[in-house]
């Protein structure tokens, strides 16, 4: 019952549908990306003369702003493909708006099997399990997330590669992370991976254990992230790091984020081996240097929550 209900937490984490929409900012990355940041989350666009290509797409409400963002950079663009990190509706609350905004350049045969309804959209990309995840039936009465939001495009290998705007686009799959469905998205001529909600620099990491989340499948996803990144000696260049809340960051950020997540996992790991139960465990409080950085007392996704989440995973 306890891992439901985190698992419930966890996925409406960083999600409130009562919340009004906020004003987004656009912010250039580097090369042909842009932020396009609240304070809610991060949607990552890349746009060229083939047209929009967006990582993520928001919650539901933030959809109209999105679309007023997206056309004040990339002008009148179409927007050919949204790709999804993880299925949260934090992320992918957009897709239905964003979507159906969309445009593809088809003909021939390829018309035919798309018809004029799938031409005039946009191709929705993400892993099977975030499609396995957005099919599934609602709980407890809540809304279905509509058939048009679904993903359209998906995969189940380790690592889809695109090219789009004269540039390769790797995804790549980072299982038992954040979820069972995350993927990076890493822009290599522009030099910059978003990396969804197994990055942030607000919060600690939320660790979805109801959808295959755990704390060691984010250790190894951010050491994925450094692996792919490179930094430039002597300052704070290199490849650029868009997460899934928060600022613009390079790959010493992600250094240290992973060096904070494996502390925290490696003192509670230590703590049950002595016997210590939850409860304890919390009393001790294994972030307590981090708090100041990354801590909730309140909120969707608490400092006590991701205890109990490493707690669960290291037992």
Request: proline residues 4%.
């Amino acid at each position: 019952m306890f891992l439901a209900l985190l698992g419930i937490a966890a996925s409406n984490a960083f999600v409130s549908g009562q919340q009004r929409a906020v004003a987004i900012e656009a912010l250039a990355v580097k090369g042909q990306v842009h932020l396009l940041a609240n304070p809610e989350g991060n949607a990552v666009m890349q746009m060229g003369p083939q047209g929009v290509l967006v990582v993520d797409t928001m919650r539901e409400q933030d959809a109209p702003s999105l679309l007023a963002s997206i056309r004040t950079v990339a002008g009148d663009r179409a927007i050919r493909y949204i790709v999804n990190t993880h299925a949260h509706p934090s992320h992918t609350g957009g897709n239905l708006r964003v979507a159906e905004a969309g445009a593809q350049i088809v003909g021939g045969n390829f018309f035919g099997q798309l018809g004029q309804a799938g031409a005039n959209r946009a191709f929705i990309v993400a892993h099977e399990n975030t499609l396995t995840a957005m099919s599934r039936p609602a709980a407890g009465g809540a809304a279905p997330i509509p058939f048009g939001a679904w993903p359209t495009n998906t995969f189940f290998q380790e690592q889809k590669d695109m090219y789009f705007n004269g540039e390769g686009i790797q995804l790549v799959h980072v299982p038992r992370a954040h979820t069972d469905g995350d993927i990076l998205v890493f822009f290599r001529s522009s030099d910059v991976i978003a990396t969804g909600d197994l990055f942030s620099t607000t919060s600690y990491p939320v660790i979805d254990t109801a959808a295959g989340g755990h704390v060691n499948g984010v250790i190894e996803a951010l050491n994925r992230v450094i692996d792919l990144a490179i930094s430039e000696m002597y300052t704070e260049g290199g490849t650029k790091i868009v997460p899934g809340t928060g600022r613009i960051c390079d790959e010493f950020d992600v250094v240290e984020y992973r060096d904070m997540v494996t502390i925290v996992r490696d003192r509670v790991q230590a703590m049950v081996k002595k016997g210590l139960n939850l409860d304890q465990i919390k009393a001790a409080r294994p972030t307590l240097d981090f708090e100041t950085r990354y801590g909730a007392a309140t909120g969707s996704w608490t400092t006590a929550m991701f205890v109990e989440a490493v707690y669960r995973g290291v037992r």
